[in-house]
């Protein structure tokens, strides 16, 4: 009885050990998927952002242009007023008693040409600015018309490629999320962040003529001997991946050929 608990122990451990490395070989499909696509991905998420910018860009140029145009309505309007206030000047220096009122009506007349001069200058500042606002909004609205080009031409090619490999995909997702259920919460819990570390996103490896098939580090010889007897799971001591006995996974170990001395000559006698 003893016998059979401890053959269910370790069988437990040889199951844990094969389905994480073929969750792993699940996941390290999508990731071939992934790579697949590239920086797609990030490069239509770019021009998406970029395009964003150009937009704020124009609607900011537009809206300065309006309230220049504003600025402008009002100086004229000013203009107009003032020129009113000329006229009736003019015509109360017709009418004048003495130089008294004839200097101050002048000098009211004076200041109300210097304040026209003054509106009509700012109206031409305020024109060149619209025409300079103008100029930048048809160089927005050009690198605009180019970067939706772009992201076209990038949200087709994406389209395309997900296309292709959406249901590979899926599939693979659909065994993974299977087979999960088959690993307990601790152990995969366990294999998952040592995947998310893991440069490469290997979070179980095979070990690869007597080294670590993740870091390629040297096994000592009795951590081998462990590794084979798959009673527990066992990790590198380097790395922190997950590490099983190639033959246990049904992964071919690369034979290593004992290179053969060449027979030494004896030279004869004579």
């Known amino acids: 009885m003893a016998t059979d608990k401890k053959n269910d122990k370790e069988r437990s451990v040889e199951e844990r050990l094969q389905n994480l490395f073929q969750l792993q070989s699940y996941l390290s499909e999508i990731d071939r998927i992934k790579i697949l696509r590239g920086e797609l991905p990030n490069e239509v998420k770019d021009l998406e952002d970029e395009i964003i910018r150009y937009q704020t860009r124009i609607q900011k140029y537009k809206d300065e242009i309006e309230d220049l145009k504003a600025f402008v309505n009002q100086k004229k309007g000013e203009i107009a007023d003032r020129r009113v206030k000329i006229e009736k000047y003019e015509e109360q220096i017709n009418n004048v008693r003495n130089n008294r009122e004839f200097a101050f009506l002048e000098k009211e007349k004076e200041f109300e040409g210097l304040e026209i001069e003054l509106a009509e200058k700012n109206i031409r500042e305020a024109t060149e600015k619209q025409e300079q606002k103008a100029a930048e909004i048809q160089r927005a609205e050009e690198g605009l018309a180019d970067n939706q080009h772009i992201l076209e031409e990038k949200r087709k090619e994406l389209d395309e490629i997900v296309s292709e490999t ?40 095979t070990v690869q003529r007597s080294a670590c098939g993740g870091c390629f580090n040297r096994i000592p010889p009795q951590r081998q001997l462990e590794i084979k007897m798959h009673k527990k799971v066992i990790v590198c001591e380097y790395c922190g991946r997950i590490m099983v006995d190639g033959a ?12 053969v001395k060449p027979k030494r000559k004896l030279g004869s006698k004579l």
């Open 166 to 205: 959406r249901m590979e995909e899926e599939n693979i997702r659909v065994k993974a999320k299977e087979l999960e259920q088959k690993i307990d919460d601790y152990t995969l819990a366990a294999f998952k962040r040592i995947r998310k570390n893991a440069r490469n996103g290997l979070g179980i490896v």
């Open 248 to 259: 246990l996974v049904g992964v071919d170990q690369p034979v290593v050929e004992t290179p």
